[in-house]
């Protein structure tokens, strides 16, 4: 029979960390590069995994990430949380997908990077198969102000005053439902990729 350790101190305060980050929206990009030649079928292919994956629950959205002239192409995933995200990345529909790719790519499927949080809004791949840090926090923080304060400024004008006869709890959640829902799926898919090349700047030290 085995022995149950009674959990140490800092034990229960991991777990709970672990516990948040299991229900963080996750962002995972996969990587592959295409053979010459193989580029209009392998974006057939990846257009039809991604329709696949948009029927798994707790799928968020998905996207093909290309740059001109560059081999590599980048599939980004985002699930709701990493248990839901892993049901997919795991099942026998999206090996049935994979077995359908490989004579068009140079390698497998390389996992580049998962991120939770803020961080599932700024995927930065690059024109390679090597990861790339998140942008800096101070960055990040900075676009999703300038993102948000419109909104907040567009629901406090619009939509405030149609609810304010409503109960405290239904107004209040309605201000998260719809910031969360422009932000996620509307605004900030497209300030990234405004961005993109500010965010992907860093600072050169003296050499």
């Given amino acids: ?3 149950i350790e009674e959990p140490g101190p800092g034990d229960e ?3 709970a960390g672990e516990r948040v980050a299991r229900t963080d929206p996750v962002t995972a990009v996969f990587s592959r590069q295409v053979r010459p030649g ?9 257009h039809g995994v991604i ?3 948009t029927r798994w629950p707790g799928h968020l959205g998905a996207s093909v990430l290309h740059e001109p002239g560059s081999p590599w192409y980048h599939l980004v995933y985002k699930f709701t949380d990493r248990d839901r995200f892993r049901a997919w990345a795991e099942s026998e529909e999206r090996s049935h997908w994979l077995g359908r790719v490989e ?6 499927d390389r996992q580049l990077q998962q991120t939770t949080g803020l961080e599932t809004w700024f995927d930065l791949p690059g024109t390679d198969d090597t990861p790339r840090r998140p942008p800096p926090r101070w960055k990040m923080w900075l676009v999703s102000l300038v993102a948000v304060y419109p909104l907040v400024v ?6 405030a005053p149609r609810v304010a006869d409503l ?7 309605l201000f998260p ?5 422009l932000m996620t799926f509307v605004v900030m898919p497209g300030v990234t990729r405004l961005t993109r090349p500010w965010l992907g700047r860093r600072r050169q030290g003296p050499r």
Avoid at 103 to 108: F, G, Q
Wanted: glycine share 2%; aromatic share 10%; proline share 2%.
């Fill in 1 to 3: 029979m085995a022995a």
């Fill in 13 to 15: 305060e991991a777990s």
């Fill in 38 to 46: 193989h580029e209009a079928e392998f974006e057939d292919w990846a």
């Fill in 51 to 53: 329709g696949a994956a």
């Fill in 103 to 108: 004579h068009l790519t140079e390698d497998a």
């Fill in 154 to 159: 567009l629901f406090q004008w619009a939509l």
């Fill in 167 to 173: 109960p405290l709890l239904v107004r209040s959640a």
């Fill in 177 to 181: 439902l719809v910031l969360l829902s």
